[in-house]
């Protein structure tokens, strides 16, 4: 869907892709080409985590995938940030601690064994294609968050890593805007998702741009999520101020008859993903680790993924 959006300030520079290095341990930065923008600045970046084991010599194992969304003035390293240190990303709750066994869930959680992908989606792009003139498809610097995500990275980690690759085993969730973002992409494309989860989650109506607003994707996408039904776990801080209107779309989607969960005060929690991931990221994941195994992988031999791929810029 495109939209229009208030003019920003931003570094074009960095804006698609930010390689930030050193990286934490079992973290790769990988680019492409983006056939939606423009050069120089035609450049995608994002981080990938790969689980213990993966890449052992014979493993020829295949992985569901979580894609992680930034907020509003984020980018592909931004969840890392939310930390004091890369140590402390394994020492305490984190996706990557949990997914290594570093730190363990609380009792009862079970953690996926799936690869992390920690997207780029473009500062303040509220997650889809811009129409303006200054930063529409036929500008100089198009902002195409959307068509970037679904039509590029998706298949970019498909083809490159062992995924598996149908809405089974791929899940979505993110943070402020991101958090949007996830809740979005799963209602509005339900065959490529099973589930999605909001960490301090904003403006589900979408203010600047009503035709984003995830209540009109629903009523325009009902016969997809009625034949593919979608998991959304929304996510609230006890205190975090910024996270708005989570309980008017829980309510929402109760009366459309799509599952979900809704954490109303997480304690000790402000508009910080990395206080959401030490206070609730087990419950998160192991949320999208019931969807995995609730939608079992239908015969892979049918897939083909390219094996080998070229690591940094």
Known sequence: MG???VAQTFNEETYWNNDVQPLPANVNHYTFVSSFLKPPYNVVGLNVYTPPGYEATGNSQRYPVIYLLHGVNGNEANYFGWYDSYSALYSQKSALSLMEGTVSPAPGFKMPEAILVFVNGGKGSGYYDWNTPENGPNSDFPIMSESIII???LPFVDNHFRTIPFRGGRAIEGFSMGGYGAVKFALEYPQL???AVSYGGTD????MNPAESVYNIVAANKPALNTHPVRIRLVQGALDGTSSGNLELKDFLDAQGIYNEYET???NTKHDWGDYYRNNGDVGLDF???CFLANPAPN???FVYLPTIQKGP
């Open 204 to 207: 589900y109506d979408s203010s």
């Open 151 to 153: 039509k590029e990275v």
């Open 193 to 195: 998702f099973c589930s």
């Open 265 to 267: 005060a997480v304690p």
């Open 3 to 5: 939209g229009t959006a």
């Open 300 to 302: 892979l031999t049918e």
């Open 288 to 290: 999208h680790q019931a």
